[in-house]
């Protein structure tokens, strides 16, 4: 469903060789995944954990807690991202443990439907609550650790922060503002030798929506499934386990991209189809936009070779 591919959505990573690095160096890097329960934060704690990186790996609820448990490599934490009293307990515990920390992917996040006009107040606050001020929180809280070891933070974006929709209002804001929270936490990290980075995911399996509609009232998920359609509603897409090769990507290449938008190879549907060239052609559209009609207005010669001059130290195409 739309919801489900703008709500999760960003060209294709490339997996790195995790065997290349020794099993010590591996094991003594921590990373903290916050929303691990499920989804894209269960596929980037799996894969972590199973090439040897140490996870603390966070939930809300004891039978998520207790499933990620009996994972090997795997320390799970209670946390919900609003309650600052549950981050101050993660701190405690990840510096009880005497590993420092290597790498924060603030992962958890939920979806809101509606135009300004059809959301409640309570949707946008929490919308804001979890999508924006908890990764700013959780970046305050572990920025030291990860100082500290020249580490990453990586942050789950969607191509709802770059291209927008007429239902998706809050938590395109919300994603807008992790484009923003990347760029600004990496000129704050660059002079200590640490990083960050977004990823941008196009339509991935996930609970994201289902959970929205178990918050909805009657009215609200009658409102959903007008919009959208029963077909796209029972839509079905890839497990993301492309975006967890992403997320070790940008934790652990030596020079990590900022973006990643990372779109399924292997699975066909509407939305995905063609996701790649509309992100691109809606980041192009803007800088007409913010370039048209002005005193300093750039000709297309200008504007071309300005795009040759960034594209200069662009990485290659990948297979």
Do not use: W
Not at 184 to 207: D, R
């Amino acid at each position: 469903m739309r919801l489900l591919v703008l709500a999760l959505c960003g060209l294709i990573a490339t997996p790195i060789l995790a065997a290349t690095q020794p099993l010590e160096e591996r094991l003594s890097k921590a990373v903290l995944v916050t929303g691990a329960s499920s989804g894209i934060g269960r596929k980037i704690t799996e894969r972590l954990a199973a090439d040897g990186y140490f996870v603390y790996a966070t939930a809300r609820k004891d039978e998520d807690l207790k499933a990620l448990a009996a994972i090997k490599n795997v320390q799970p934490l209670r946390l919900d991202v609003t309650h600052p009293a549950e981050i101050t307990a993660a701190v405690e515990s990840v510096t009880k443990a005497g590993r420092g920390l290597y790498g924060l992917v603030n992962n958890a996040g939920i979806a809101t439907f509606g135009t300004i006009a059809d959301m409640t107040p309570e949707e946008f606050d929490l919308s804001m609550k979890v999508n924006v001020y908890g990764p700013v929180m959780m970046v305050k809280a572990f920025e030291s650790m990860i100082i500290a070891q020249k580490g990453r933070v990586i942050n789950i974006g969607s191509v709802s922060g770059i291209l927008a929709t007429r239902d998706l209002a809050a938590y395109q804001m919300s994603k807008h503002a992790i484009e923003a929270l990347t760029d600004s936490l990496a000129l704050q990290l660059a002079p200590f030798g640490a990083q960050a980075s977004v990823i941008e995911p196009g339509a991935y399996n996930s609970h994201i929506v289902e959970n929205m509609l178990a918050r909805l009232s009657p009215e609200g998920k009658t409102y959903v499934q007008k919009v959208e359609g029963p077909k796209k509603m029972d839509a079905h897409y890839p497990e993301p386990d492309e975006v967890a090769v992403a997320v070790e990507d940008a934790l652990f290449e030596p020079t990590p991209k900022r973006r990643y938008l990372v779109i399924p190879r292997h699975f066909t549907d509407p939305i995905n189809a063609g996701l790649a060239e509309r992100t691109i052609r809606g980041e192009i559209e803007q800088l007409v936009q913010l370039n048209e009609g002005q005193p300093y207005t750039f000709d297309r010669a200008t504007l071309i070779k300005m795009l040759d001059d960034a594209l200069s130290t662009a990485r290659p195409r990948t297979d």
